[in-house]
Every structure is written in C-alpha cells, then in structure tokens.
C-alpha cells in the first residue's frame, strides 16, 4: 500500500494506516504524504519508511512505483486527501495500473464521480471507498436481517448524524480539519451533508437495500461567514415506497459522531448507534425487544466474518474500517490468484456507492437552494 | 369535577381521574362518561358516584349541574371523548359557566380553535388543554434552562414521537382506541399528525419558548384502506431562525411512546425522553454532559414545584399528568379567592396552545398534500 | 383509612396516602399525625379531614375510632411513624380490631417481630407491610418468571441498593430523617442495613422464592460520630444452595436509590433496576437478550394486573407503591363479603416478611460484629 | 517480539499480535507458537514469519534467538501459554536476557511469584503482565481522579466480573479454552478468581491506589464434576480502612465480559464498565452526574496519552490493549537509548502486580476454604 495524504497532524491518515496493518494482511511501503515535499519525507520517516520511499508528491511516488518491478511496487494507492484531490489522484492511480482505496465523499461533483466509475469499470481494477460505518459487524447483522426479510417490507427509515464540533467557527483559528471542510475549493458542494450526510445516505442504502428515489432538503449555515452548510435534514422517499428522515449536523453541541440508524418493515424494526456499537436492537410487535451484541451466539456469518473477538470485547471504529481494509485485500489476493472471491469478501463499498453520494449530496443542495418540493436523485 | 367520556374500557377517562384525584385536591362529582347512557350510569356507579350525578348524556349534564345550588355543582368539565366533540361540549361548558380542562387535539378543525379560543377569552373562565408531556418536572426544567438563556441562542430542534401500535389495521378488528382516530368524522383531518404529532409540537414550542413559522411535511399512510395519515415527517423553521425536524409514526414497530426532545443552542443543548422521564442530559461545548434527575439538588424552583418525591423515586406518566391538574386546580382556586395565582400555578397548557396545534396540523395536512415547499402556520 | 405518622415534613406519609388514594378504594377517614398534637390537628386539616378526625395521639385514635359505629369508623391502620413504635401502634391497632398496614422494617427486634406475628394470627386480621418495592410490575414479572422455572434452578443472586444521602453527617444538622434513622433509640440495631438492606432482602426472596440461609457480613459506619452502620455488604447462602451478594450504602455519593437486583439459574437470568422500573431484562444462553416493558404483550397475568397503563406510559414508586394498598384493599373486602379473594389479590408482604427481616438484619449485626464466618438466621 | 503461544485456534495470542502491532512500533519477528513442533511452524507460516523463525518449542526458539547478531534477534518475548507455564517460560527468557510480557494470572503460586519478582529485579529487565482493562483510556481517567483527590478519602469500592460462558460444563465436550482453565494442573489453585477475579482486584487497586488488606471469600462450583471455582464473592477491606465488595462469576447466563468498577470517597464517586469503555460516569453530592468520553475536552494528560480517536470515534478492547504494549515498547526504546523514560510511559502492570494477584488469589482460597471470617493478604 502507498498512501497519499495523512501526514504529520492528520486525523484520518493514521486511522487508515491501523486499520490497513491490523490483520497483518496490508503493508505500508510507501507514500507521499503532503503537499509539502519536506513533510511528506518526516511524515514517512515517523513510520520507519526507506527514505526513497518517502515521496515529494503523489506523482513521483505513481512515477517511480510503476518503474519498480511488479513484486517490489505498491498493489494500491489510498488515497486520504481533502475531497478535490481525490479524483485526480484516483484517476492517475488507475492509469498507473494501481487499485485504490479512497476516502469519502469520493469526488466534488456527480460528474466526476461517474466518469471515475467508467474508468474503474473499464480498467479492470479495484476500488474501494471507505463508507468506514459499514464495516461494523453489527451494521452487517442489520444489513442481513433485512435482506432475510425478517423486517418484511421496509416502511420507514431514520438515519442521523448529528456532531457538534463546528458550533463555532474553528476555521477562523486556522483548525486545519475544519478549514478545508468548510472550503468549497476544496471540500466541494457541502460540508455537513457532504462530509457526514453522505455517510448517512450510504448507510441507509447499505442496511435496508434500498434506493433514495426523492428527496426534500433543508440546509443551514449557523455560523455567520461559514461558506458551507453545517447542518441540514431532509425527507427521504424509497424507491419501494418508504419513508425516511436524515438529519445530520456539525452545530449540536456535545454530540460526538452519533450517526444511528433505525429501520421499521411491516414485519418488525432495527436499530443501531455508532458509538455504542456493538448492540443492535432488533423490534417485534408480539415478542420482546432483543438486544443482539457483536459476537453473539445468534448472529449471521456476515456479522462473524467481521468480527475478530469473542463477546464482551468491544470492537472500535478501527476494527470496523480494518474490516473494509481487510475484505478489499482478500479480494485482491483472490484476483491475483485468479480465483473467484467469497462473497463476505467483496463486502466493501465501492465506486459506485460514490456515484449514490454524489447524486445525493448534488440532489440535497439543488433542492434546499430552490423551491421545488421532491428532486429526484439523478 | 364532572367528566364527559371516559366510560368502561376508556383508556384516557381513568387516567384523568387517577391524575386530578392524586393530590387530593379535586373530587369528580359527576359524569356523562358515554353516549349510552346505561354505559354512563354502570360506569359511574364504578366509580362509587351517587346514581343522580351519573348522567346520560352531556347536556344533561350540564343542565342539571347549572341548577344545582353554587356550592353543590361541579366546578368544571373534564372532556375525554373522541376530538369532534370537544368543540360542542367544551363551547356549551362555557356556556353554561364552567370551566374546562379539555383533551387534545382541542378541536377538528383551526376555525373551531379560533372559536373557542375567543370564547374562553370572553368568558374569562379557564381553560386547560391536556398536553400532559409538559407536566414532567424535567420538561420544566428543560424549558427553564432553555429561558434563562443557558443554551444560548437556539439553532436547531429535533422532537419525535414514534409508536408501533398501528403497525396493523387494528380498526378493521373493532379496536375502539384504533377505530376513532382512523376516522376523519371523529378524530378530524390527521390520525398521526392529529394524535401525536401535536404532542411533538407542544413540546418543542414549550421547550424552546419558540414557534414553528413554516414547514414542510410528508405525511403516509402505510396500511391499505386506512382512511388517515399513520406516519409523517416535518421539517421545521421557527421564528427565531432555528430549524428542525419533527417525526412521529404509529407504524414503527415496538415503539412505544418514544417522544423525546434534543434542542440545541450556541451555548448548550438538552435532551429528554419521554421513556425515561427522569433524566434530562445537559450538553455543553466545553465541559462534560451532565445527567440531571428529578428532584436533583440543582433543579429549577418550576421542576421542583412540579416533583413529589425525592431523588431515585421515580415519577411517572400519570405524576405528569396530575402537575397539569393540581395546577389548574390551584389558579382556580386563586381565582376564586380573588388573590393572584402564583406564577407557578399558571403553568398549565391553555386554548392558545390548542390554536396553535391546530394551526400547525392544519398546515401540516395542507402541504403534505400540495406542491408548496414551505407552508406558514395560518 | 386512618394514619398513624405522617404529618407536615414527613416524607413517608404522604406518599402513603397518594399510594391509598389512587385507585379510588381507599378514602383516608382520620389520623393522629403527630406526636404533637397541635401538629397532627394541623396536619389533618391539611388533609381535608374534619377537625374531629384529627386525633391528638394515636392512642386516642385508637380509642375514638373504636367507639364509632362500625359503618363509619376507621378500617385499618397505616402506620408511617419511626421504627420502634411499629410494634406497640401495630399491637394495639390490633388488639382494637382493625387490620393493619405498618412500614418496614417491622419492628426493631426479631422478638418483638415473631410476636407481632403470632399476634397477627390469633386475630385474624390482615396485616400488610410495605416492602413496596415489590409492587412494580416487573418485579412481579420477574418473581413468575423465576416461578415458572424460566431461569431454571438459581444459582447466584446480586441484589444492591446503593444510596448517598448519608454521606455527609445530616443528622448533626437536624435533618429530621436522617436524625431518627442514625437513633438507635427509635430505629433499632441498624440504619442503613434496616432501612434498605431489609429491602433488598426481601426483594431477593420475593424474586427468587428462595430464603436466605446463611449469611457473612460487613458493617461499617463511616461518619464520624454516626450511631448506627451507613454501608453494608453481605454474603449470603440460599436455602437451595445458591450463593448471594448483597451490598448496600448510604455513602455512595450521588446515588439515589439504585436499588437492584441480578438473577441467575441454570437456564437464563434476569435483571431488574428501581431506578428505571419500566424496564427487565431476561438473559439466556443461546439466543438474545431480551428487553421486557411494562405493559409489554408477552408479560404474566401477575404483572399484567398490577398495571395501570399502556406500554410506553411509565408506571412510577407511588404506582408500585398504590399496588400494594389496592391488593391489600381487595382482600380486605373479599374477607368481608366472606368470598376468597383472588390469588393476585393477596399479593402483598405480610407480618411473615416483617419477620424473615427482622430475622436478617439481627443475623446480619450479630455476624459483622463478632468472629464467626457464616451465621444462619433464626 | 517473539510469541510463545498462540497458535492457530487460540483467543487470545491473535489479540496480542494485533494489540502488539496497532502502532507500528513492534514486530512480530518469530515465534514457538504451541507446544506442537508442526502446529508452531504452520501457525508461524499463517503469519507470514521466515520459517527459520517459526521454532518447534520455547527452549528452541530462546536458544537460537539467542545465538543471533543483537539487532536481529528478538527484544523481548511474549508469554501466551496457560497459566502453568508463565514461570518456567518467564525465568528462561530473562535468564536469555530477555525482556518480558506475561499474560495473567502471573504464575500458579505466590511463592512462584515472589521468586519472578526477585529475579526480574535482578536482571534489570523490563516484564510487563497483560492486566489489559488497565490500559482503557478512561480507567486511566479514573485512576487520575482519585489520585488527585477529586473524590476524596476513598469510602467504598464495588468491582464485579460476570460472565456466563462456564454455566455449562464445555470442559467435558473438549473447549479447549474452558479445558485447560478448570484443570487445576495447568490453571492453579483456581478458574474463576484466577482467570477474571484477579482483573477485578488489579483494576480495584489500580484505579483506587490503595491495596487489599484483608478479604472474607465464597467460592462457588455449580457445575457437577468441575475441579475448580466457577463463581465466587468477596468482601474487602482496604489498606486506608475503605470497605468493598468483589464478585466474578462464569456461571452468569449471557453476561458477557462484564468487568465494571465503582468507587465512592468522600467527595464524590465513579463509575466504569468494560462493555461500554469509553464512558466514565463521576458523581457528586451537590451537582449534577457528569458523563466523561474518551477522548473529552475535559480529559487528563494520562488518559489523552493512550487515546488513539477523537471522540465518538468507538475505542475498544485491541486498542486498550496496544497501550500496554506501546507503553512497554516506549519505556523498553527509553532504556535502550539511555534516557529516563516519560512517566507515562512507564504506565503498564509489572511483575509487581503479579505478586499482588497471587497474594489475592491464595487468600481468597484459603478463605473460602476455611472458617477464619478475615485473612489478610500474605
């Protein structure tokens, strides 16, 4: 793996380099992780990286890797930029011949998005994009409780995100996480919803199987000279006919990263909080609530495959994106090895769940700017 | 007190009864408690009345009240019927000099509540409209912690109210509870937005001390052949500019009576539930959550003056619902004395809240239906 | 009704007569509130009740009532006073005819309690004592579940009931409860074991069916100058051979009344919390935990009749507590209109509890405070 | 690092590797991975190891190591085997010159103990033992509180271990893990106290900073033929006179992994449950319950330091883990270069707490065993 971005002081970078070594499947060998030449080259030595490995830029280190002979080079770029770049650098990437794994939202526009999808398709190559929350094992046990119909017909959905650590405008003191997701240069159309709204789309679509159809949105900027949104909620309406909520928020004071998700079908109801992840809460109108805990003894093989240890052992946010990180690289053994990969490993978000939040996130703004009351997602 | 419905097998009627008999300071004296009027007789003798004072019909009631000598007759009418008659019973109680503590949703329609809101203005009887959720001490104190600006400026409010009990067609079984509410004749143009939506937007304004200017809703009916609305969505704008979302559902299976309320400001936010009626959390940007409970040392004088018990002794739902009546109970006794009622007693839902629920479902239904993106409360 | 305690500042007594009041069965007729009398008098007009009903004493109470004819008279006896004149309000009540309902713990010695009870016999009269704790309806649900064999045979049981108001020397400060309740002279040989631990005792029993056999204890009195013990901890040994823990304090700072109980057999467990009494958790081994709610479909006809509410509307102390009087008073008529009365209806601790207490708490004193490991109780 | 244990099929050598690897400071670089020469190597091949470092026992593996160049060899050796071999295997590699982490319980006796702790003092080798719940960020948090006085004279601790996993005899039905902990061969002198029991005293003495004084014990086996205990109950007294209660358990149906502390003094108190680590509730007399988050704005410099996420972001058991390692890796990095380590890199259990865990475990054996109500620690 060669990683571009997450050098000193970034957030997700490290995230990205724990849950990529945890299974001892993945090995960082190289990377170009700044803008910033010199601090690309420090970033890299901080994890004992060979100093010729340590690039200056992401093009010299897709340059030089591809001159590197096949068993010495990287297998795959992750890319872990602010949003803007990652089209670019995930275009050349797959020109270089390299697979990818890149962070969300995938690009600044639908656009965009759909033309990187073309290329993935037409290259042949993997592409990976790290909807982390997905990977939780629980998150997979209400993904497969709907799919077995336990649910029935899926009627209603709740999704939230609300966060609060933007109520004030830490972009003004030079925050840097909060500087470039609050740039529409380099963030792109949105920043809440962009940011974690697409989390919540994906998440929705993950679980229930469904497809957002329309939507009605409202989105606000609290902050007075903030150039994006910082909150937003909107009505959701499924291409089978059901109903939703998403609301999500960077303005809610105190509230951490509590993304949760409740479904109800006309057979029975879910519900799952992300910072207590490892309970699931499954909902029956003639028998009592069951509280499923990751690793239980009544759980699916989607949930087991994802979990590393037995009850009782709280599994984190870095073991749900390892899942991600892990079940792309079995894929891609399997490819090499030129057989076909078991399903459980294909399980991971790809180009096109980037092109569904791109068509959401452009949906959600268009709408909230205009006076139509549905926009269709396009 | 003389109540009109709340017969045998009524579900509202004993609760009424159980919360204004609680303190000891309202004695039910008389009833019509149903259209039959065997059923009114049989259910008053439960209930140890006299067999003179158990009426068969309302405006016997009423009738014989009035000629009865000052001291002897009812002081006021508790109405319990399904919401179409509130607006006749309550307008002839008044009529017949009587004060009214009437149920919720206060009439079918924005003009009967226009109506009625003027008479009881005329009248200067009082009038106490049963939005029971506002009688918990920690909603008092949520809304007391809300005015002394401790939040801040409020910028965004997320209420919800989800119920799973009409996740099937009970109506089409005979369930008296399910029948009337599904009826546009009796219940009025909403079952869920109607039932427990206004609940939601009760709280929300009683809380914040703000109102709903304009929304945007999508209403649903889940079950084939119901004739009202089991689900609905509202996004919200107040007065002040914050925003928010209101979502309420009979379909979600398993829920309860999950009401609950998170606000946030630029200074804090609060959230309550009402499942769990005696924690109210305090979020803060700076310091951590801090985990109020009834009858803490830190309380408010509202919350404390609206709690019976100390720490760890839970109050519950018809606790609550006593809060309103005791109060009301006091500002009319202080009426009657000629003396000022202490600020404290006058805390009880009146007509205006009744108007603005009505002004809210109204605009609700209307532009559920319609192609308006945003609707202003009339 | 007539009470004996509970005049103006008392905590007990008036949720006794909210507790009486709520079903509408029991009317309070006359009291002697007070040791003083002008304070009793006081307090009964409070009330309500005709002057010549609030009595100066509870012996002349005792005296008058009696010499009422029987139709207006007094039917039983609530006593709320401190501990040591349980025994002697109790025996004279008794002894005038009238049934009993007296606060726990019973008496202040396992003597005086074994002869009240055989007192309670020869008369014929009802005798209730308020471990009211048992009145919720899932602690009922629990007790049926452990009946019917659900958890199969009982292995271990941890019963807690952490408080925190004692830790600080109120009583030095003329807090009128903690200063009777530290007084060896009117509570007997334990404050904080007899007050709560007697609760958490009888709760273990109730639930488990089971008694207490042997026990190894630990009292300690952390304040400074504190007459009597403020925590406790036990170990205890079930009749079947189960193993126990029970702890209970009045240091613990900030915990209200986390009374507790955990059950375990060899086929599942359950686990119930005063604090949030709405709610019972049963645990198996193979399949999920589930989530029992008051009111909820699944629940035990014991449960379902000590229930005033639908699911989702909570069911609070002064509720649980209102069971008890309400069972009580079913019994009580039954006996008279010479018909047996309903097994649910006898559902209410008896001078036998106050027995097994008292029995407890002097093995409990005895063992902390001497050499011997186990101590059975008498 | 080279592993002893481990091998394919085991818990806990797989959480050791990833715990070891999480921060990129150590490697995995050989292994005698089961007493199983064949088994060892394919386990070590599993890992990607050279097959010259996959040895065929620990003797081997400490001999060849040994005979490698310095900067190639292994640094230190991690002891995952069962308890009966922690001894043996920790003498010789110290006596290698080995550095050591040890998992728990440290050996099968005191004397045992004793002697480790006398020769690790000997060699100047760093030992670390794997008393992991230590390493959560907010049991660090707590242990921070009361070392600088927030919560006062420590008054009362309540530590619990439920688990259910034991409740039905596996070790006859061949589960390896429940084999080898009920044989008293290669558990000691216990199952239950041993393998949990001695957790809940370390976190006790870790968060609290007092040690055990004296202990009054039960111990339980429920199930017919099982050799050692599978449940057990103590009473605690502190070395500064604080009282406290520790239960554990294997027999508690569908308690997972239930470890949970409470500590109250004489200003204030805490609470922390392993199940959901990243909440640490504090308690006050006269202000509201605070609520701290891993990775909170109001956090200690100890509790940031093993903080990998910023808040919201799910820490769990692997992480918790990796402190103790990492730590151990900085301290043993410190030492290598010659410098003091920082303070909190030193923060990781040593042969020390080993000795206190085997002085708990022999007095709550003999304890139980005998009829001497309190012994004291030996």
């Given amino acids: 793996m060669g ?100 962070d969300k939202p995938m690009t600044v526009s639908l656009t965009e998005a759909r033309t990187l999808a073309d290329k993935v398709e037409e290259s042949g190559l993997l592409f990976a ?39 004030t405008a830490l972009e003004e003191g030079g925050h840097k996480q909060a500087d470039w997701r609050t740039d529409p240069a380099r963030a792109g159309v949105s920043c809440c919803m962009g940011d974690i709204g697409t989390h919540a789309e994906n998440l929705s679509e993950y679980v229930t199987g469904l497809q957002i159809e329309e939507l009605c949105a409202d989105l606000s900027t609290f902050l007075a000279g903030r150039r994006l949104d910082d909150d937003g909620s909107v009505l959701l309406r499924f291409d089978n006919g059901a109903r939703g909520v998403l609301h999500a928020s960077q303005v809610s004071i105190d509230e951490e990263n509590a993304l949760a998700i409740r479904v109800y079908g006309d057979r029975g109801g879910l519900e799952w909080r992300q910072e207590e992840p490892n309970t699931l809460l499954l909902k029956w109108p003639d028998r009592p609530r069951e509280v499923l805990r990751t690793s239980g003894p009544t759980l699916s093989a989607e949930a087991a495959f994802n979990t590393r240890l037995p009850m009782g052992h709280p599994e984190g946010f870095i073991e749900a994106f390892a ?37 959401f996130l452009e949906a959600v703004v268009r709408n909230s700017a205009g006076e139509e009351k549905w926009s269709r997602l396009g």
Same sequence: chains 1, 2, 3, 4.
Wanted: hydrophobic letters at 40%; glycine letters at 10%.
């Fill in 3 to 102: 990683m571009v971005g997450g050098g000193r002081d970034a957030f997700i970078g490290p995230v990205h380099r724990m849950a990529a070594g945890l299974d001892g499947l993945i090995e960082l060998v190289c990377g170009a992780f700044s803008a910033d030449a010199d601090k690309s080259r420090a970033s890299g030595a901080d994890l004992f990286l060979p100093a010729d490995r340590c690039y200056g830029s992401w093009t010299e280190m897709l340059r030089s890797e591809r001159a590197l002979p096949e068993d010495r080079r990287l297998d795959f770029v992750s890319i872990v930029t602010p949003n803007h770049l990652h089209f670019p650098i995930a275009t050349a990437a797959l020109d270089a011949g390299f697979h990818v794994v890149c």
């Fill in 129 to 167: 994009l790290t909807h982390n929350y997905t990977g939780y094992p629980l998150v997979k046990e209400a993904r497969h409780r709907v799919a077995a119909g336990e649910l029935g017909t899926i009627r209603k959905v709740v999704v939230e995100y609300p966060q609060g650590w933007l109520a």
């Fill in 323 to 359: 899942n991600l990180y892990r079940n792309f690289a079995l894929t891609l053994d399997a490819q090499r090895r030129g057989v076909e990969p078991r399903p459980e490993w294909s399980d991971f978000p790809t180009v096109h769940d980037g092109v569904r939040g791109m068509a």
